[in-house]
């Protein structure tokens, strides 16, 4: 729909264009509520959990890589390598990284995982079978995309309460007049 923000599911459509267009929603939601921190905002955290924002980006952006790039086009994780080959923990931030090399990690991730789906659906769809193998089975393909919805479920809320520990930042959906960088 025309008044609709691009990252808004469908008011109708195929299975689908509704569970890409919940994950795209529930990117941009994240990604706004972690968006415009510097690395102490980014690397804060609440007396009752490890969690922070910026532990979020990095845990997500090898989500996507390993859901994405691994299990669905069967690629090279790139971001998940980076972050076990230099033993970081996905959740630490280190308190000497630029900020916007965080930011461009996730991004990065996402705008590869966009990719990715678009060629599922050309392909044909989410019934195809992912390099996820359990007991000479594998998952289909929407298993992995419904995986990472209940991921970000999860982490948008976290990101919710992280956020408005930081400077009051609260709402359920983005403005209608943001963008995330995958967007551009």
Request: hydrophobic share 40%.
């Amino acid at each position: 729909m025309e008044n609709f923000p691009p990252w808004e599911p469908p008011m109708d459509g195929t299975e689908e264009a509704h569970l890409l267009g919940m994950l795209d929603r529930l990117r941009t939601t994240f990604r706004y509520k972690a968006d415009g921190l510097d690395i102490e905002q980014l690397a804060a955290k609440l007396p009752s959990s490890e969690l922070s924002i910026g532990g979020l980006l990095q845990h997500l952006a090898a989500v996507e890589d390993e859901k994405f790039t691994y299990l669905i086009a069967r690629g090279r994780p790139e971001i998940l390598l980076e972050l076990t080959a230099e033993g970081r923990d996905q959740f630490a931030v280190n308190p000497e990284e630029n900020p916007e090399a965080l930011y461009a990690r996730y991004d990065k991730a996402v705008l590869k995982s966009r990719e990715v789906q678009a060629q599922v659906v050309a392909a044909g769809g989410l019934d195809a079978p992912s390099a996820l193998e359990y007991e000479g089975k594998h998952a289909s393909v929407r298993r992995l995309i419904c995986d990472v919805i209940e991921e970000y479920g999860r982490h948008a809320g976290h990101a919710d309460l992280l956020r408005e520990a930081i400077d009051g930042r609260v709402g359920e959906d983005p403005p209608f007049e943001y963008r995330p960088p995958w967007y551009a």
